[in-house]
C-alpha cells in the first residue's frame, strides 16, 4: 500500500447552519479518506486570527475572522493516499461560482464569503493548521477493513 498523508478540512458556519455536516462528511467518506480526528467548537478570535495569518492586511481579513468567529465550526483531520490533492477536488474551487458541477463548494456555496468549507492548500499547510487544531493524541490512525480494496 501507498505511504498515506493528512490534510486539514473545516466546515465553516454556513455548512453547520444550514444542516450539511452528515452530508459532507460522508461524501468525504466515499473518496477512500479516512477520518482520523474531528471536533465541534466555536473558534475563539485569537485561532481565527492565527488560523488566516496569511491573510492579514488584505481587505477580506476582519470580515474573515468575523465570519469564521460567527458560529460553529467543525475542524477535522483526514488521512489518505494523496489526501491534500484528493480533497481539493472534491471541495472544488474556492469561488463555488468556479467550482466543478458536483463538487462541494458547487453543490452547496453560493459566494466566495459563504464557500462553506476549507482545505488545506498543501502538504505544509495541513501540518500546520492540524497542528493548531489538534495535538497529536487526538489524531486517531486506523486501518480500515476495506483499505486492501481501496488501494493498492
Known amino acids: 500500500m501507498q505511504d498515506f498523508e493528512r490534510t486539514f478540512i473545516m466546515l465553516k458556519p454556513d455548512a453547520v447552519?444550514?444542516?450539511?455536516?452528515?452530508?459532507i462528511i460522508s461524501r468525504l467518506e466515499r473518496t477512500g479518506l479516512t477520518l482520523i480526528a474531528m471536533k465541534f467548537m466555536?473558534?475563539?478570535d485569537d485561532l481565527a486570527k492565527e488560523h488566516y495569518a496569511e491573510h492579514v492586511g488584505k481587505p477580506f481579513y476582519e470580515k474573515l475572522v468575523t465570519y469564521i468567529t460567527s458560529g460553529p465550526v467543525l475542524p477535522m483531520v483526514w488521512e489518505g493516499a494523496n489526501a491534500v490533492d484528493m480533497a481539493r477536488k472534491i471541495l472544488g474551487a474556492t469561488n463555488p461560482?468556479?467550482?466543478?458541477?458536483?463538487t462541494i463548494r458547487a453543490d452547496y456555496g453560493q459566494e466566495i464569503g459563504r464557500n462553506i468549507i476549507h482545505g488545506s492548500d498543501s502538504?505544509?499547510?495541513a501540518k500546520r493548521e492540524i497542528n493548531l487544531f489538534f495535538s497529536e493524541s487526538e489524531l486517531v490512525s486506523f486501518s480500515k477493513i476495506d483499505a486492501p480494496w481501496v488501494h493498492e
Open 97 to 102: 461560482q468556479n467550482a466543478a458541477p458536483g
Open 42 to 44: 466555536q473558534m475563539p
Open 17 to 23: 447552519q444550514r444542516g450539511f455536516i452528515g452530508e
Open 123 to 125: 502538504k505544509t499547510s
